[in-house]
C-alpha cells in the first residue's frame, strides 16, 4: 500500500480556486495511478480525477469537467487537483486515493479499484 497525506482545503467563495495537494510515500510512485474522490454531506463517494502513471492520461467525472485539473509530479510523489470555478456543490470532503497494483483503466471512477486512502480535507464553497 501507498500513505496518504492530503493538504489544501478550506473555505472559499464560489467562482473562486484551490489547489488540493497529495503527498505519496511507500511504494514506487511513478508506477502509481492517482485518483480524487470527494464526499458531500448525505451523499455518496463521488469520482472527480484520475491521473496515470506517466501523466499523459486523465479521467474526469462529468461535474468537473473544464474546470478542475489534475496533475502530478514524480519527482516530488506527489499528485494534485487544481479546482477553479468552484460552486456550492462541490462543497465536501476530498481524498486522494492510489492504485499500486494493476490498474483497469475500465474502472477509472471506481472507489475499490484503489488500494490506498488519505484522511480527507475539507473544501467548502460558499455562495
Known amino acids: 500500500q501507498v500513505q496518504l497525506v492530503e493538504s489544501g482545503g478550506g473555505l472559499v467563495q464560489a467562482g473562486g480556486s484551490l489547489r488540493l495537494s497529495c503527498a505519496a510515500s511507500?511504494?514506487?510512485?511513478?508506477?502509481?495511478?492517482m485518483g480524487w474522490f470527494r464526499r458531500a454531506p448525505g451523499k455518496e463517494r463521488e469520482f472527480v480525477a484520475a491521473?496515470?502513471?506517466?501523466?499523459?492520461?486523465?479521467y474526469y467525472g462529468d461535474s468537473v469537467k473544464g474546470r478542475f485539473t489534475i496533475s502530478r509530479d514524480n519527482a516530488k510523489t506527489s499528485a494534485y487537483l487544481q479546482m477553479n470555478s468552484l460552486k456550492p456543490e462541490d462543497t465536501a470532503v476530498y481524498y486522494c486515493?492510489?492504485?499500486?497494483?494493476?490498474?483497469?483503466?475500465?474502472?477509472?471512477?471506481?472507489?475499490?479499484?484503489?488500494?490506498?486512502w488519505g484522511q480527507g480535507t475539507q473544501v467548502t464553497v460558499s455562495s
Open positions: 511507500g511504494r514506487t510512485f511513478s508506477h502509481i495511478t
Open positions: 491521473i496515470r502513471w506517466s501523466g499523459s492520461t486523465t
Open positions: 486515493a492510489a492504485n499500486s497494483l494493476r490498474f483497469l483503466s475500465a474502472r477509472y471512477s471506481a472507489g475499490d479499484e484503489y488500494d490506498s
